[in-house]
């Protein structure tokens, strides 16, 4: 294995939420992680596996941290990364943006398989199993919490009763109250405050006020405000798309096998060529016949 040489700075670090992501579920760390790799692509993988999250994996830094190989080495090697299965890219937009995209870089130790990754970019890859706890007396059902209080709404008389303070040509009795409370639980279901109500219903009085029941009931139901719009639904998620380790063409995750799209993938062999079985003789005899045929 080729020998990596490190520079004396500690490796950079990508911006928040880039670089280097180590993927779940990874096997403990041995001496023959990647001894299946050639040299090269083992000695970048366990420079790479010793990273921490959120180290910048770029070609560009990692031309500048391991001198040893340049940027179109290290490129190749990242790719055979990708198609070993330990190296995988997905791109993704960004949230509440339609046009940027970003390339987000998932490294594992232990190789995953195309169908694997394809698993784990749309976030449903299996959590590992733990072993069955051993056998104890089961707990005592939990008890149910009691039951939340909902907060306490204004009282409708009480806001009815407050407005002869407000303005004592709107001073109403205690039956002017009862009747008149039901006008006003639509204004307290919609979250309207007891100052709004007073201020509605008390602004602009004529003067006189001849019938203080009759001219509350009549703005009650006059002034009821409108009802809030229904929250809007929450936007989809953002599409998450795979990209091709060769010609870096974006798609599905599980139109990509081994990282690589259709287009990149080695093709089935072709059937073999057909090849006359005649002997070059036979060959020139029967060009002769036609010659003959020809002049005749």
């Known amino acids: 294995m080729d020998v ?22 990874q096997a403990p760390r041995t001496a023959r992680d990647f001894a299946h790799l050639p040299a090269r692509e083992a000695a970048v993988a366990g ?22 190989w340049g940027q179109c080495a290290l490129r190749t090697a990242l790719n055979r990364l990708a198609t070993a299965g330990h190296l995988h890219r997905v791109r993704q937009r960004l949230p ?20 694997w990754w394809a698993r784990f970019t749309q976030r449903d890859a299996p959590a590992p199993t733990a072993p069955p706890p051993p056998a104890q007396v089961p707990p005592a059902p939990p008890q149910a919490p009691p039951p939340a209080t909902p907060p ?41 405050t007891p100052d709004r109500i007073r201020l509605a219903l008390t602004a602009g009085l004529p003067s006189p006020v001849h019938h203080p029941a009759a001219l509350v009931r009549k703005r009650l139901e006059s002034r009821l405000p409108a009802a809030p719009p229904d929250p809007a639904p929450a ?4 599409p998450v798309r795979a990209e091709c380790t060769e010609c870096r063409a974006p798609g599905p995750p599980g139109a990509f096998t081994d990282g690589r799209c259709r287009a990149c993938r080695p093709e089935d062999p072709r059937p073999p060529v057909f090849t006359p079985t005649l002997t070059p003789a036979e060959v020139h005899a029967h060009a002769a016949r036609i010659r003959e045929g020809n002049r005749r």
């Open 96 to 115: 509440g943006d339609t046009t940027r995209w970003v390339t987000r870089t998932f490294f594992s130790r232990t190789a995953r398989d195309g169908a």
């Open 47 to 68: 420079y790479l596996d010793r990273l921490p999250d959120g180290a910048d994996v770029s070609v560009k830094t990692l031309a500048a941290v391991l001198p040893l």
């Open 152 to 192: 306490a709404r204004p009282d409708a008389y009480a806001i009815l009763a407050s407005l002869g303070r407000a303005a004592p040509a709107l001073a109403l009795s205690k039956a002017d109250c009862t009747a008149l409370a039901p006008l006003l639980t639509p204004w307290l279901a919609r979250g309207i």
């Open 4 to 25: 990596v040489q490190l520079s004396a700075a500690p490796h950079p670090l990508a911006k928040p939420g880039y670089g280097k992501i180590a993927a779940p579920e």
């Open 235 to 238: 936007p989809a998620p953002p």
